[in-house]
């Protein structure tokens, strides 16, 4: 029985199964990805791939109803939400198709050694693993800067979004690009760690867990391959004294509840200035208790489910487990009971540093709540984490903002706003959160070859 099954997480039924690929397809695909690495259309005139990329951009447009239907019953996500991620993958598309070809133009060095530059050129073929919670945003963001440069991708998907996975692919192709330029595998852990061994592979880049990151990493580098991680978070929303309060509590909640709180950036640790502490929590509870589940695709649902059966018993047991180590309840802390995957909103207090919770990233909508004194406290216990993904400080005097943004050890943060994306802005993080960035110039750049080339003085 193949392991990639679509089941919808608000009912638990099955809706369809996808057949694994064998080690004679996965086989026939590196060859195909191999070939087109090796002709014209990765090692020559940009425009042909960009057009393939103004294309799908067009085409997701054209379909963002469809599309945001298929995720939505298959992982759980509200279906405005749903629509928004269809939406920033038009958006991505597009940017690299107008972007790319001056992203990639060479870049001049002075040097009394002669004439010198740095040209990009593809390396060759990439093997992505991606993850379920943004099922068609986490492979845009690999393949559009990758199609622009030329480098082919062979992708594993979650094995629970396999639907998305399938209309990614097709999409891709429809919008004219070559067998072997995107390629979607139903394959095995084991199957990815044979691609990422073969000398025709030259990168590997994933999104997903510590765990999962931490395996491919060593694969990678026992095979000297190039690799990009981006992991866990367990992002800060710190509100200081001097915050618009409302602002900071609508935020704070939607974030919170976004995808049901299943996403890396997400704010997980509530920071409060001792001085706003107590109307901020009375406000956050009200806005978290006030989540209404129930049906993903009901306009009317602001909480969706978890996007599985294993996700939900996760959650409930490390909730349990903080519980047990001393943290406190204000609201929620159990399954919802009946069909679906579905998980009360939760605020969890008086969480010591002994505590496992302390350092767990929470991938659900739970909030951690710590009260501080000053913004030096604030930012000791912001750093006091083995992630640094991204963050977000709410205050009025942006000077205070900056300098506190300055201090957090984190890959991104934002100064009153939650955490966010955009195609032109760099996405990454550091510690235990990964390395690489993607998005932006910087995205296109990861697996490029900076071919540095110089014409010496006569």
């Not at 294309?55 to 945001?68: N, P, T």
């Not at 590997?204 to 190039?226: D, F």
């Not at 505590?355 to 006091?384: I, K, R, T, W």
């Not at 390395?435 to 110089?454: M, P, Q, T």
């Amino acid at each position: 029985m193949s392991t990639y099954q679509s089941i919808n997480p608000a009912t638990n039924q099955l809706l369809k199964s996808w057949p694994s690929h064998d080690a004679a397809w996965v086989s026939q695909a590196l060859d195909r990805a191999d070939r087109l690495f090796h002709s014209s259309w990765s090692k020559g005139d940009i425009q042909p791939r960009l057009q393939v990329l103004h294309k799908l951009a067009e085409l997701l447009e054209s379909r963002v109803e469809e599309l945001a239907t298929i995720a939505s019953r298959e992982m759980g996500k509200l279906i405005g939400q749903s629509r928004g991620e269809v939406k920033i993958c038009a958006q991505i598309a597009r940017y690299y198709a107008e972007h790319s070809a001056t992203f990639l133009q060479p870049q001049r060095y002075p040097s009394e050694l002669g004439e010198a530059w740095v040209e990009y050129h593809p390396v060759g073929t990439l093997v992505a693993v991606e993850p379920w919670n943004f099922p068609y945003y986490q492979l845009m963001r690999v393949l559009a800067p990758n199609l622009a440069l030329g480098n082919p991708v062979l992708a594993k998907h979650a094995n629970n979004v396999p639907h998305c996975a399938d209309m990614f692919e097709k999409l891709v192709r429809e919008a004219g690009a070559p067998e072997g330029a995107w390629t979607n595998l139903f394959v095995s852990n084991e199957q990815i760690a044979e691609l990422i061994a073969d000398d025709r592979v030259q990168g590997v880049a994933l999104t997903g867990s510590e765990r999962a990151g931490s395996a491919v990493a060593e694969q990678a580098g026992k095979h000297l391959k190039k690799s990009t991680l981006e992991l866990g978070g367990n992002d800060v929303f710190m509100v200081l004294d001097d915050a618009d309060l409302a602002e900071a509590v609508r935020q704070g909640a939607q974030a919170r509840l976004s995808n049901c709180g299943q996403v890396c950036t997400a704010a997980k640790r509530f920071i409060l200035h001792k001085n706003i502490a107590e109307p901020f929590m009375a406000q956050f509870t009200a806005a978290l208790q006030s989540a209404v589940p129930g049906d993903p695709l009901d306009e009317k649902t602001t909480l969706g489910p978890l996007s599985s059966q294993e996700a939900r018993d996760r959650l409930v047991k490390q909730v349990e487990d903080a519980i047990q180590h001393g943290a406190e309840v204000v609201c929620g802390g159990k399954a919802i009971e009946g069909a679906g995957c579905y998980f009360q909103p939760t605020i969890l207090t008086h969480i010591t540093r002994d505590n496992p919770a302390f350092y767990q990233e929470f991938f659900g909508p739970v909030a951690q709540v710590y009260v501080v004194d000053s913004d030096a406290e604030a930012v000791a216990l912001a750093n006091d984490s083995r992630y640094g993904l991204g963050g977000s400080v709410w205050t009025r005097d942006i000077a205070r903002g900056k300098k506190i943004a300055s201090q957090i050890e984190t890959g991104m943060v934002f100064i009153n706003s939650q955490s966010d994306t955009a195609a032109e802005l760099p996405f990454g993080g550091i510690k235990r959160s990964g390395y690489g960035r993607e998005l932006s110039d910087s995205g296109i750049k990861e697996f490029a070859n900076h071919k540095l080339v110089v014409i010496a003085r006569q």
